[in-house]
């Protein structure tokens, strides 16, 4: 008799990529046999209900999440990072798939817009801690009711009906990061934001600000990796809502074009927070290669115009020195100027021209090391860009020619 040998990992991480059935079972029986009860939850049971991919899977667990996030590990050849704090976990597979597992949870908000204190409890309770109908969804993986879908506060009717619901009238005091997230969903999916939710939003958005600079930015990053259209509709209704007063001034006219044109979403981002008063970016915790591209991306107007006027790739080169590189990029990508041609070139091209004359050529030629070399060396760039010299050779005649002149 053949004997029944269970599939590799990689076989298991395939299934489980695809979200299958076969996959899915299987990890509601390993949770069985652990003596726990597993359910999908949240954005991964809307998207499956509205026949959309999803490439993470979101676990909720009715058990010990520890151990079965292990026995996980070991069936898939990989490693459970569990947080005990927050009873979470997970495990990341050959391509970059991520499994989320929390122990399902009751939540309560000590202060409105501080993060919840967080006990165990049943998958109904989970359910109700959540943020909109739509994402308040679980399907049981357990073997015996595998499929069932829970769904306690009419998430599928609002599916059905296009709406994005609140669960309760407190939802966008408790966290106000709930805002942006419902109006993202809304763009995302086309939704309607339901009417009693969108007073509560709007009631929400005119209350003084309780969320740190940190919350603030996760959901600006969280907007930036939406599909392009998405983001810049996100970005225009939310600051129409008031909901970016948190950023200062209002968002000029023609920023919405500007930001459409973006593709990356880190390159969005920095071009976005430019776009608003610097004071109020700067208490936003935004690593310094971000800020230094924003504060090329805020000369953008000067860049463009102090451009105009250069002339030689020399000159052109030595003005843009000045300035972050990705930060030109974006202003090459989203204005429509004549001087974006030399930006370009500059990226391209000019940037990357290097001299072979080094110090140590200057010193064997008996010239005292000083403020001196910079300029010579510079000289020589110059001359190089503006194709004076084009090799050794000829650096090295022409540094002869100007130390001979002096
Ligand atoms: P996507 O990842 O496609 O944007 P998602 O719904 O999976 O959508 P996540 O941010 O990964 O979004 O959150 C997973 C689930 O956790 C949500 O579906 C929701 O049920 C719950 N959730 C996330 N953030 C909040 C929040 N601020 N308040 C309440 N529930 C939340």
Redesign the pocket.
């Not at 939850?41 to 991964?44: A, E």
């Given at each position: 008799m053949k004997s029944k040998k269970s599939p590799a990992p990689q076989k298991r991480w395939a299934l489980l990529r695809r979200s299958t059935n076969t996959g899915l079972r299987w990890l509601g029986e390993i949770a069985a046999q652990e003596g726990a009860k597993l359910y999908l939850?949240?954005?991964?049971v809307?998207?499956r209900l509205l026949g959309k991919k999803?490439l993470?899977i979101?676990l909720a667990c009715e058990g010990n999440v520890q151990r079965l996030g292990e026995r996980l590990a070991k069936e898939l050849g990989t490693r459970f990072l569990y947080y005990p704090p927050f009873k979470t976990g997970t495990l990341q597979g050959p391509k970059g798939e991520r499994i989320d597992i929390a122990r399902t949870r009751k939540e309560g908000y000590p202060k409105p817009g501080e993060l919840p204190k967080v006990e165990p409890a049943s998958i109904t309770d989970d359910l109700h801690?959540?943020?909109f109908t739509v994402?308040?969804m679980a399907q049981s993986l357990h073997p015996s009711d595998f499929g069932n879908l829970l769904d306690p506060l009419k998430g599928q009717r609002d599916l059905k009906k296009r709406l994005i619901r609140v669960l309760h009238d407190k939802s966008f005091t408790d966290?106000p990061?709930?805002i942006f997230?419902a109006v993202r969903y809304a763009e995302r999916f086309s939704f309607r934001i339901e009417p009693h939710t969108l007073v509560l939003l709007k009631k929400a958005v005119k209350r003084t600000p309780v969320l740190s600079g940190e919350r603030h930015l996760y959901e600006l990053r969280?907007i930036a990796q939406e599909p392009k259209e998405v983001r810049v509709r996100t970005i225009k209704r939310l600051e129409s809502l008031g909901a970016l007063a948190f950023l200062g001034k209002p968002l000029a006219p023609l920023s919405p074009t500007r930001l459409g044109r973006i593709k990356e979403s880190c390159e969005f981002l920095c071009l976005l927070l430019s776009l608003f008063d610097e004071t109020h970016v700067k208490k936003l915790p935004v690593k310094k290669a971000c800020l230094e591209t924003t504060s090329t991306l805020r000369e953008a107007r000067k860049i463009l115009s102090s451009l105009a006027r250069l002339r030689t790739p020399s000159q052109i080169t030595f003005y843009l020195n000045n300035y972050d590189q990705r930060g030109l990029g974006i202003i090459a990508e989203t204005t429509r100027a004549k001087s974006c041609d030399k930006i370009a070139r500059y990226l391209e091209d000019y940037s990357n021209v290097k001299i072979s004359t080094t110090g140590d050529d200057l010193k064997r030629l008996g010239i005292q090391p000083g403020p001196r070399y910079k300029e010579l060396l510079d000289n020589l760039l110059a001359s190089k860009l503006d194709a004076r010299v084009r090799n050794k050779r000829e650096e090295q005649a022409l540094l002869g020619h100007w130390l001979r002149e002096k």
């Open positions: 939850v949240g954005g991964v809307r998207d999803t993470d979101d801690r959540r943020d994402n308040a966290d990061t709930r997230r969280c």
